[in-house]
Structures are given as structure tokens and as C-alpha cells.
């Protein structure tokens, strides 16, 4: 299998979030307080039981054109670590069925490669995707309600 990083939402995202109390597209952020399975897409862990959450409205980097959509995630409402490992599925992956979709350079959708799996399961079907030599990127999304976990990319073995 390809090497591979998953991407967290950017530091300056969660940031700004929480300096203006607004998402990507202007609302309001939610703030609630964690059951224990809300995934923060910046360290890619799920939050503890009453940590508190922002929950918004994410411009995802890609895909562009025609599959964009914006997404719902949750941010920690305090800072905490981007995750920054090389060849780790994160845990907000493995706790759910999730949705593997890979698309090419031209920003579209690679469906023979697109797999609903549950997380814990997600090995060979991420390493499919991510071998492929026509996929520029993986996004894994939640399978039921469709939210971006992480975004999942082929990197060298020099990295």
C-alpha cells in the first residue's frame, strides 16, 4: 500500500472558528457539550464525554467543480493538536460505517473505488483507493448523514 496522511481540518480554520463564533458560511457555530462520539476533525479524536464542541459548517479544499458540498463538522471549542501521523486510520474513522470516495486530479469522482465500510474495517478499502494511480485524494465521510471525517493523500516514502 501507498504511504498516506490524514489531513485534519487546518489550524487556522478551528482558529478562526473560534474567534468569530461563525462557520465557513457565516452561521452561528452550535456549541454543545461532547456524548462522547462527536469526532473533532482537528485531532481526528472523538471528544470525551462533556467536552465542549463547535459544531459548523466546513468549505471543504475539494473536491471542487461539480462534487463540492460543504460539509458539518466538529471542531474541540478549546485548541487542541492536529493529528500528524503517517499510515494511522484515526479513531473518528474507525468508530463509525463510513464512506471511502476517491477522486482524480480533474476533481472527479472515482466511483468503481468508493466502498461503504464499517471504520474498523476500512484498511483495504482505504489502500485501494489511495494505490490507485488515478486518485489524487481520498475523503473518508461519515456513511449515514454524509459529514467529512478527513481527507486522506498519497505521500512518498521520503516524507
Known amino acids: 500500500m501507498s504511504h498516506f496522511r490524514c489531513l485534519p481540518v487546518p489550524t487556522e480554520t478551528g482558529d478562526r472558528w473560534r474567534a468569530t463564533g461563525v462557520d465557513?458560511?457565516?452561521?452561528?457555530?452550535?456549541?454543545?457539550?461532547?456524548?462522547?462520539?462527536?469526532?473533532?476533525?482537528?485531532?481526528?479524536?472523538?471528544?470525551?464525554?462533556?467536552?465542549?464542541?463547535?459544531?459548523?459548517?466546513?468549505?471543504?479544499?475539494?473536491?471542487?467543480?461539480?462534487?463540492?458540498?460543504?460539509?458539518?463538522?466538529?471542531l474541540h471549542a478549546e485548541p487542541c493538536t492536529a493529528h500528524d501521523q503517517i499510515d494511522h486510520v484515526p479513531?473518528?474513522?474507525?468508530?463509525?460505517?463510513?464512506?471511502?470516495?476517491?477522486?482524480?486530479?480533474?476533481?472527479?469522482?472515482?466511483?468503481?473505488?468508493?466502498?461503504?465500510?464499517?471504520?474498523?474495517?476500512?484498511?483495504?478499502?482505504?489502500?485501494?483507493a489511495i494505490s490507485d494511480p488515478r486518485t489524487a485524494f481520498v475523503n473518508i465521510h461519515t456513511a449515514k448523514p454524509g459529514c467529512l471525517l478527513c481527507r486522506v493523500v498519497a505521500i512518498n516514502s521520503g516524507a
Open 24 to 74: 465557513d458560511f457565516g452561521n452561528i457555530l452550535v456549541r454543545m457539550p461532547s456524548d462522547g462520539g462527536a469526532p473533532c476533525r482537528h485531532c481526528l479524536r472523538k471528544a470525551a464525554v462533556g467536552e465542549e464542541m463547535l459544531l459548523g459548517s466546513y468549505r471543504m479544499p475539494g473536491p471542487t467543480g461539480i462534487y463540492w458540498t460543504p460539509s458539518p463538522i466538529f
Open 91 to 128: 479513531e473518528t474513522v474507525r468508530g463509525s460505517l463510513v464512506s471511502v470516495r476517491a477522486y482524480n486530479e480533474d476533481q472527479m469522482c472515482l466511483y468503481d473505488l468508493g466502498q461503504a465500510v464499517d471504520g474498523a474495517n476500512v484498511d483495504p478499502f482505504l489502500a485501494r
